[in-house]
């Protein structure tokens, strides 16, 4: 069974923090990665997408992969209160996506 | 561009009941996806059309069907209904998200289903 697994949360961050968020993978052949978010009652949204080792950068927002430890990281700077959301990993697997559980950040003023 | 569109946006069942769901995948976008999802389990994959051929399908009981007309367009559909199938429905499209692509997938608002 491939597994996408995410750190634990819930995540709590003071506004203006860097809140980091985590996810591994089992699967050696997958080869796209991507993170969504999820507001309550909404459905998810893409946020960021990265396919190649190292950092990628859009505004506030830097995903990270390591595909020799299998882990991908988002990492959120100056965090504000309207990034509070469930984060979700996704994995590109044999022809369609593998998320994660999420990860519940809450970004309090 | 319209993104995807999902119908009903709630259903309110009772078991043995059927229901069919509907998506409107992004114009261009020949991929529909179905995730269930519910808080204990998260997003499950359910199923993949392409070019109205089932691609992929996720551990589901054969309970869960779904189908996609020549116009991309796809339905879902679910037999003697049971309790546990109450969560939400989404469907989600991208140009072609075979293996190895890169293609991105992008969700519709979801159906949320109940089940009493």
């Known amino acids: 069974q491939k597994e996408v697994e995410q750190n634990s949360g819930p995540l709590s961050v003071p506004e203006g923090a860097i809140a980091s968020l985590n996810c591994t993978y089992s699967d050696r052949g997958s080869q796209s990665f991507f993170w969504y978010r999820q507001y309550s009652g909404k459905s998810p949204e893409l946020i960021m997408s990265?396919?190649?080792?190292g950092d990628k950068e859009d505004g506030r927002f830097t995903a990270q992969l390591n595909k020799a430890s299998q882990y991908v990281s988002l990492l959120i700077r100056d965090s504000q209160p309207s990034d509070s959301a469930t984060y979700l990993c996704a994995v590109h697997e044999d022809g369609k996506l593998t998320f994660g559980q999420g990860t519940i950040l809450t970004v309090h003023p | 561009k319209a993104g995807v569109t999902q119908t009903p946006r709630y259903l309110i069942k009772t078991r043995g009941q059927q229901v069919t769901l509907s998506c409107s995948p992004i114009?261009?976008?020949?991929?529909v996806s179905w995730y269930q999802q519910t808080p204990g389990q998260g997003l499950q994959f359910l199923f993949e059309?392409?070019?109205?051929?089932?691609?992929n399908k996720g551990n589901f009981p054969g309970r869960f069907s779904g189908r996609q007309f020549s116009n991309s367009r796809s339905e879902m559909n679910v037999s003697t209904l049971e309790l546990g199938d109450s969560a939400l429905y989404l469907c989600a499209s991208s140009q072609d998200l075979s293996q190895g692509s890169l293609e991105k997938l992008f969700f519709g608002s979801g159906t949320q289903l109940s089940v009493l």
């Open positions: 059309y392409f070019s109205e051929t089932q691609r």
């Open positions: 990265i396919y190649s080792n």
């Open positions: 114009s261009g976008h020949r991929s």
